[in-house]
Nanobody, 123 residues
Framework: QLQASGGGLVQPGGSLRLSCSASGLTFTRYTMAWFRQAPGKEREFVAVIRVSGGTTYYGDAVKGRFTISRDNGKNTLYLQMNSLKPEDTAVYYC??????????????????WGQGTQVTVSS
């Protein structure tokens, strides 16, 4: 199971750090990712990190502002979000899977999903 937390209300330009705690699965076997879904829109890829943590990719909308990381000793995934914009408002989901590298931005590659945490960026 994956449990996402850390969402909330933040002003534009602010920061938040999301966490995703994994239990009941071998965390170090899985590529981990964040996706988000805004109201009325399809779910969107945000960031992915491979098992070792040495390889990361980001969606164009968040590149340079968000940082994905993982602590394999704590079975926890993180998403540091800086310079937040109103368009970042969405429910953020963490996911675990074994996608091939070229498919790591696609939802289909992920077997396990967290319940989502709401992030609202508004003044």
């Amino acid at each position: 199971q994956l449990q996402a937390s850390g969402g909330g209300l933040v002003q534009p330009g602010g920061s938040l750090r999301l966490s995703c705690s994994a239990s009941g699965l071998t965390f170090t076997r899985y590529t981990m990712a964040w996706f988000r879904q805004a109201p009325g829109k399809e779910r969107e890829f945000v960031a992915v990190i491979r098992v070792s943590g040495g390889t990361t990719y980001y969606g164009d909308a968040v590149k340079g502002r968000f940082t994905i990381s993982r602590d394999n000793g704590k079975n926890t995934l993180y998403l540091q979000m800086n310079s937040l914009k109103p368009e970042d408002t969405a429910v953020y989901y963490c996911a675990a899977g074994t996608p091939i590298l070229s498919s790591s931005r696609l939802e289909a590659g992920y077997r396990f999903w967290g319940q989502g945490t709401q992030v609202t960026v508004s003044s």
